[in-house]
């Protein structure tokens, strides 16, 4: 089994939509966990940090379940700009190299107008 | 978020010479930062643990006397690619670990070896 992952994808939307990304991690000792998007050729940039009792950030929420290691992503009324591929990450416990981060494989979003 | 930098941008250069990367945490102090490679396509590929003050860790495959890095200073990590060959080009994106664990990542420096 992967350490993480995500679905395939890729995933095409019209604006508006509404989109659910999926991940799921093998480690159970995990501790922190997070969304990234990346662009194009870019670098990853750090989206929101996900927590057992859920969170929101504007069209955004994250989820946590602890028991089935799993971790959600929601985007409402999806943008244009909103088009990127979305990594799901997953970090061991603190700690010596245990810091390091292990990235699903993403999940393209095309958003269309 | 907190800002990391990275230098140079991009490089092209001969097959045998080496190429020095800096990342700097701009904003805050990090202990630790970690050095990616990525091919196209594919995700980000950890290569090293980059400790302040103590030798770095690498990921199994990852030469160390190929990729040299130093973390002089809470703020700035270096990454060597010593006589560099084509096949070592690629995307090299370095990360800093801020509080909460977060991990902040900066532009990338694109390695292009002729």
């Known amino acids: 089994r992967k350490e993480v992952e995500q679905d395939p994808g890729p995933f095409n939307v019209p604006e508006g939509a509404t989109v659910a990304f999926n991940c799921t991690y093998s480690?159970?000792?995990?501790?922190?966990f997070f969304w990234y998007r990346q662009d194009c050729r870019k670098e990853p940039k750090l989206l929101m940090s996900?927590?057992?009792s859920g969170n929101e950030d504007g069209r955004f929420t994250a989820q946590l379940n602890r028991a089935s290691q799993y971790i959600s992503l929601l985007i409402r009324d999806s943008k244009l700009s909103d088009s990127a591929t979305y990594l799901c990450?997953?970090?061991?416990?603190?700690?010596?190299?245990?810091?390091?981060?292990?990235f699903g494989k993403g999940t393209l979003l095309t958003v269309n107008p | 978020g907190a800002v990391v930098s990275q230098h140079p941008s991009w490089v092209i250069c001969k097959s045998g010479t080496s190429v020095k990367i800096e990342c700097r945490s701009l904003d805050f102090q990090a202990t630790t930062m970690f050095w990616y490679r990525q091919f196209p396509k594919q995700s980000l590929m950890l290569m090293a643990t980059s400790n302040e003050g103590s030798k770095a860790t690498y990921e199994q495959g990852v030469e160390k006397d190929k990729f040299l890095i130093n973390h002089a200073s809470l703020t700035l990590s270096t990454l060597t690619v010593t006589s560099a060959h084509p096949e070592d080009s690629s995307f090299y994106i370095c990360?800093?670990?801020?509080?909460?664990?977060?991990?902040?990542f900066g532009p990338g420096t694109r390695l292009t070896v002729l």
């Open positions: 480690n159970s000792a995990s501790q922190s």
């Open positions: 990360s800093a670990r801020a509080i909460r664990n977060e991990q902040f």
């Open positions: 996900v927590y057992s």
């Open positions: 990450v997953v970090m061991g416990n603190s700690g010596g190299s245990n810091y390091k981060l292990t």
